[in-house]
């Protein structure tokens, strides 16, 4: 890139960066120092206001960056992600959301525990929440330095490197000033530049094909190096049939793990009630639907005007393919027009990915601080210490990010939060599910639950073509897979809801009816909710 595309994409940053921290010090300002206020922003959210949170929270830098570059790689088996990212919320907007909001204060185990023995459960559930935001937050590292390597012309490894860096210190700073505030308003903000900038290039996409959408499919098909297989189901998962299992375990992921991650849970309990995060979701619906058939004219897009080919010597796993295209849209390197696209764009992905993880880190330091630290007190920490508690850990789980994210800086964003999604699935989900639906639920069904899923999808990672065996995985000099799906969804899963099922009918200890039917009317009335 020339002098003028660093120049000006750094300014965009710098200037997003100055604003968001400035949001964060009137924020910190202005705060009571309450858990409520750092867990939840005092829960005085509009519906509006929180249904742009949840989509910026939900549409990161895998979305923007690595769905349009999968679509402009693979064709039609890149849009799994896209169908499958918002199919997932209306398994939220009808089973998770009015129903965590009545039974929570600030964490997914506030829901588990309300049934059960409190520790074990948080323990548990606490692991769990900050296993998956991990995970999650790897991607968005990733995602970072792919950005601003070919924002400074090329790929050097200490340039990615210490952008990794750059993001993990803002989103400490980020959580630890500002709380659940600061990032609320960091995630609308982001929302409405992300949708801003996704409209604009996909008019300009569909302008330079006069508004012939099959023009722009048969472009793409010629310039792929694919021909007519680019727009057929599977260049990338039809090969054989460990591909068309690994294609059903994605899909599993991505449909059931939404309802699983913590960050978008916890963004629930910053409304003041249960029809409010409902609205909420309907709102977020609205807004990342329309988001995400976006992102199908932008990765067609990417492939019929810079060419499939360009974008994966670019970057192999395709994160820069938006970029690229805003480089062309604008009328190529070395013109005003690409220089400012490219550059407004290259702020906009940045921003996606400081104010996501920002949300993450927040949600798992509140699972490090209010479930885990708190259970080890049993339950006698006081609502400061547990915020202190919260600080500190947004340090901690940000290194953690930071060494995580320089290890796989090579994969692919979008398939990365797949993991994420998958990990959620199998830990998350069950027992949130068993909880809120299944009257004889146990406290050692709770736990055999969350671990019956969360070992077992973890293990398998690390026995997947991910991590070795292959020339794209993460360690291609040593060979221990045994497992041959990348995606462990398809038997991590249905291990979750066995396992918690298992530990229920094996358990001797007696369901509380009392307590179950207490939940039952909380969770539909929204009575005694925080």
């Given amino acids: ?28 300002r202005n705060r009571r120092g309450s858990a409520e206020e750092f867990y939840a922003g005092g829960r005085l959210f509009s519906p509006m206001e929180n249904g742009f949170a949840i989509a910026g929270d939900y549409m990161s830098a895998a979305s923007f960056l690595g769905i349009s570059g999968l679509i402009a790689l693979f064709g039609y088996d890149g849009l799994l992600y896209s169908v499958g990212f918002l199919v997932a919320w209306l398994l939220v907007l009808f089973l998770v959301a009015e129903l965590v909001r009545n039974c929570g204060r600030f964490t997914l185990a506030d829901v588990v525990a309300a049934r059960m023995r409190e520790r074990p459960v948080r323990i548990a559930a606490g692991t769990s929440s900050v296993t998956v935001s ?34 993990g210190a803002l989103m400490v700073i980020y959580v630890s000033w500002g709380g659940m505030r600061a990032t609320t308003w960091i995630q609308i903000v982001k929302a409405v530049l992300l949708i801003g900038g996704a409209i604009a290039m996909t008019v300009l996409v569909l302008v330079r094909f006069h508004g012939d959408f099959d023009q722009l499919l048969r472009t793409a098909a010629e310039r792929s190096g694919h021909g007519d297989a680019f727009l057929a189901p599977g260049l990338k998962y039809g090969g054989d049939w460990i591909a068309r299992f690994d294609f059903i375990s994605l899909g599993l992921a991505l449909v059931l793990g939404t309802a699983g991650l913590p960050h978008i849970l916890s963004r629930f309990y910053t409304v003041p009630t249960a029809r409010a995060a409902r609205r909420s979701v309907v709102w977020s619906i609205g807004l990342i639907g329309g988001f995400y058939l976006m992102t199908i004219v932008l990765g067609f897009g990417a492939a019929a005007i810079v060419g499939s080919g360009e974008v994966r010597d670019s970057n192999a796993a395709g994160n820069t393919a938006v970029p690229l295209l805003a480089l062309d849209l604008g009328g190529g390197a070395g013109s005003t027009g690409g220089t400012v696209l490219f550059a407004v764009v290259a702020a906009i992905a940045f921003a996606t990915i400081l104010a996501v993880v920002a949300g993450i880190t927040l949600a798992s330091s509140a699972s490090v601080a209010h479930d885990l630290y708190a259970s080890l007190r049993r339950g006698r920490a006081e609502p400061r210490s547990e915020v202190a508690v919260a600080r500190v850990a947004a340090v901690g789980i ?18 990365l939060v797949g993991l994420a999604f998958a990990v959620a699935a199998s830990a998350n989900l069950p027992v949130l599910m068993y909880s809120l639906f299944w009257p004889g639920f146990t406290t050692r069904g ?32 040593v060979d221990f897979q045994y497992f041959p799906l990348e995606n462990p969804g398809l038997v991590s899963i249905p291990l979750g809801f066995l396992a918690g099922w298992l530990g229920t009918v094996t358990s001797r200890e007696e369901p509380d009816a009392a307590k179950h039917a207490e939940t039952e009317v909380r969770s539909l009335t929204g009575a005694g909710a925080a």
């Fill in 1 to 28: 890139m020339t002098d003028d595309h660093q120049t000006l994409a750094l300014v965009l940053f710098s200037v997003f960066v100055a604003v968001t921290l400035g949001i964060t010090t009137w924020v910190s």
């Fill in 134 to 167: 991990v995970l999650y937050l790897v991607a968005q590292m990733v995602g970072a330095g792919s950005l601003v390597a070919l924002l400074l012309g090329g790929t050097g490894e200490a340039a990615r490197s210490w952008t990794v860096v750059a993001v």
């Fill in 398 to 415: 940000g290194i953690v990010a930071i060494g995580l994210g320089l290890l796989a800086r090579d994969l692919n964003v979008a398939f």
């Fill in 446 to 477: 709770a736990v055999w639950s969350v671990y019956g899923g969360l070992v077992p999808a973890m293990v398998l990672v690390l026995l997947s073509p991910v991590v070795s065996g292959g020339p794209a995985s993460l360690f291609p000099g």
